[in-house]
């Protein structure tokens, strides 16, 4: 079955610090992947996405995502936070009829 | 360029009564979701339209919801009669053809009092 797996929660990070958050898929083809992040309030908004190519993926506000295909991940990293990235972050992956199949997302605070 | 409008922003009703959510997709996009987010349940997908025909409403939740596409730059989700358990932020999402990313509005707050 079709599947992510964020296993991290909640992730407390300091801020000037780096970020690394997890994303786990189970998926017999090749994986669309896609990384959304929700501000308070707002709707999700699209960081990047993973088609084919190069497996290091570059995104919007300093965000980049390494597609490990042996893993089966596809982690976010940022290599130092703001206080701004404060939100939740959501991985997703395309499914056989375009739908996304979501995680349950990971929660991110920034520490002063 | 306008991104997924949704309205209205909050809506504050009491229970029984008949609630209608609007979207707008981005022009150009064939494809249209409904979401509804909870803290308990996340992120739900109700139903996905493509070229304005339902798809796939294995997701809506009992007879009282109920979407529709009339055209393509526009879409409903009602809920009638509305119940306290169906307050949640209601998104509307769209996107193009293909393994394209889903663009997202910015919600409906839904309180049934």
């Known amino acids: 079955a079709q599947s992510v797996t964020q296993p991290d929660i909640h992730i407390t990070v300091s801020e000037g610090a780096s970020l690394e958050l997890r994303c786990n898929y189970s998926?017999?083809?090749?994986?669309?992947l896609f990384w959304y992040v929700q501000s308070p309030g707002q709707g999700l908004q699209l960081l990047l996405k993973?088609?084919?190519?190069d497996t290091l993926v570059q995104g919007i506000k300093g965000f980049e995502a390494d597609f490990k295909r042996s893993q089966s991940s596809f982690n976010l990293r940022k290599p130092s936070v703001h206080w701004s990235d404060a939100a939740e972050y959501f991985c997703?992956?395309?499914?056989?009829?375009?739908?996304?199949?979501w995680g349950a997302g990971t929660k991110l605070i920034i520490k002063p | 360029d306008a991104g997924v409008i949704q309205s209205p922003r909050h809506e504050v009703t009491e229970m029984g009564q008949e609630v209608t959510l609007r979207c707008k997709p981005i022009?150009?996009?064939?494809?249209l979701f409904w979401y509804r987010q909870t803290m308990m349940r996340g992120l739900e997908l109700l139903i996905y339209?493509?070229?304005?025909?339902?798809?796939?409403d294995s997701g809506m939740p009992e007879d009282r919801f109920s979407a529709k596409m009339p055209n393509a730059s526009f879409s409903t989700l009602k809920i009638q009669p509305s119940e306290p358990r169906d307050s949640a932020v209601y998104f509307c999402?769209?996107?193009?053809?293909?393994?394209?990313?889903?663009?997202f509005g910015d919600g409906t707050r839904l309180s049934i009092l």
């Open positions: 999402a769209s996107k193009e053809t293909g393994n394209q990313p889903q663009h």
């Open positions: 022009s150009g996009h064939n494809s």
């Open positions: 339209f493509n070229n304005n025909v339902p798809i796939d």
């Open positions: 998926y017999g083809a090749t994986p669309y």
């Open positions: 993973y088609f084919s190519g």
């Open positions: 997703a992956v395309a499914g056989s009829n375009y739908q996304l199949i």
